[in-house]
């Protein structure tokens, strides 16, 4: 009998032990996909920006080949923090410099100042604070 209550007691522990490792809590927040990325760009600088459908549109395109290029130039092999892994600073420069040429070719000087301001705003924030992990090596 006694054999029999610690078997199920057993069995009892190991399912709640399989179910409390299913909740959603435990999962690593999956990054935005391009299209919510695009929503969130083109909502917020439309919003500051007051953007024509031609400069919207133009924009927009701008954002979709930058966000793409750098989906591509991940780094595979760093390990997979809660936010996408980075991209060699060198590579993001320049797709950065490449991205806000097209989009300075679209806005007025007056709209471009303003997009410099609110693109700051634009970027992912550092899971560690201030500074990366590596930044005291």
């Known amino acids: 009998m006694k054999k029999n209550i610690a078997l199920v007691g057993f069995m009892l522990i190991s399912v709640g032990l399989c179910k409390a490792q299913d909740k959603e809590g435990?999962?690593?927040?999956k990054p935005p996909t391009l299209k919510q990325r695009l929503n969130r760009v083109s909502a917020e600088l439309n919003k500051q920006l007051q953007l024509t459908p031609n400069q919207?549109?133009?924009?927009?395109?701008?954002?979709?080949?930058?966000?793409a290029d750098m989906d591509k130039n991940r780094d595979k092999d760093a390990p997979p923090p809660p936010p996408p892994p980075p991209v060699k600073k060198e590579i993001a420069d320049k797709l950065s410099g490449d991205r806000d040429a097209k989009i300075k070719?679209?806005?007025?000087?007056?709209?471009y100042g303003k997009y410099v301001e609110v693109e700051k705003t634009l970027r992912p924030k550092r899971p560690y604070g201030s500074k990366p992990p590596h930044a005291n090596e």
């Open 56 to 67: 919207k549109e133009k924009i927009l395109f701008a954002y979709k080949v930058f966000f």
């Open 26 to 29: 435990n999962r690593l927040p």
């Open 105 to 111: 070719k679209v806005l007025t000087e007056k709209q």
